[in-house]
């Protein structure tokens, strides 16, 4: 009778420590899933910090760089540099940059201003040596007894993606002598050509080129592009 009471009660206390056993591996996972959830939380909540952060670092950034180029054109196309145009014209570009930053840099890429800045500034001479080449191939045409000119229209379809490296993109190709831009449909250009020479300078791709250097669109990889990324990724780490 004893040894029965004795086997009941080590079967029972055997249960017991079961039960406790599986009560504290559930309340073990509790408190391990209530961790991890705080911690995706916490670390969402984090991540939502520094996007923000990034995104209002590139507003800014996208705001300074709208008003420089804004207000050299004003002082170029004024003339005037006394106190009252300048401070008229500060007042109206800071109104237009604020307004309108995010509209003339929407969909860059890398989302490193200074980057993208500093290669326009470098594409500016490349584009005035265009035009001036283009300049004396116009002026062989025009003065040439023959006259061997043979305006045509031609469809240009480019790989660009933004609207601004397109709208870059057509108005180069407006400034350089013996080409105009008509319409874009679609990512494709409608470009009249005053000859087959400039046609075909265009449909080799020089100026898409560059233009999609600027702005680090795909299609166009250089290993420049890396190596800006990757400074860009390791500032942010």
């Known amino acids: 009778m004893?040894?029965?009471l004795l086997v009941q009660a080590?079967?029972?206390s055997f249960t017991i420590l079961e039960k406790a056993r599986v009560r504290a591996v559930d309340l073990m996972?509790?408190?391990a899933k209530l961790t991890s959830e705080t911690r995706w939380m916490e670390e969402k909540r984090v991540r939502a910090i520094f996007r923000g952060a990034r995104e209002s670092r590139a507003g800014l950034q996208n705001f300074v760089v709208t008003f420089v180029i804004l207000f050299v054109f004003w002082a170029l196309l004024s003339g005037k540099y006394d106190a009252f145009h300048l401070s008229l014209g500060v007042i109206c570009t800071g109104v237009v940059a604020w307004m309108g930053h995010e509209l003339i840099f929407h969909n860059v890429?890398?989302?490193d201003m200074r980057v993208i800045a500093w290669r326009f500034l470098?594409?500016?001479?490349?584009?005035?040596h265009e035009i001036v080449v283009s300049n004396f191939h116009v002026a062989r045409l025009v003065l040439s007894p023959r006259l061997p000119i043979d305006p045509n229209l031609i469809r240009?379809?480019?790989?660009?993606e933004s609207d601004t490296s397109m709208v870059t993109l057509a108005n180069s190709i407006t400034l350089t002598p013996g080409t105009i831009t008509i319409a874009i449909e679609n990512g494709e250009f409608i470009v009249h050509a005053l000859d087959r020479k400039v046609a075909d300078d265009l449909n080799a791709g020089a100026m898409e080129d560059q233009v999609a250097h600027i702005f680090m669109e795909a299609d166009?990889?250089?290993i420049q592009d890396v190596l800006d990324v990757a400074r860009i990724f390791a500032a942010l780490r």
């Open 10 to 12: 080590a079967d029972e």
């Open 2 to 4: 004893e040894v029965t």
């Open 156 to 160: 240009y379809r480019t790989k660009l």
């Open 109 to 111: 890429r890398a989302g």
């Open 220 to 222: 166009h990889i250089y």
């Open 122 to 128: 470098k594409y500016i001479p490349w584009l005035f």
């Open 29 to 31: 996972n509790t408190a």
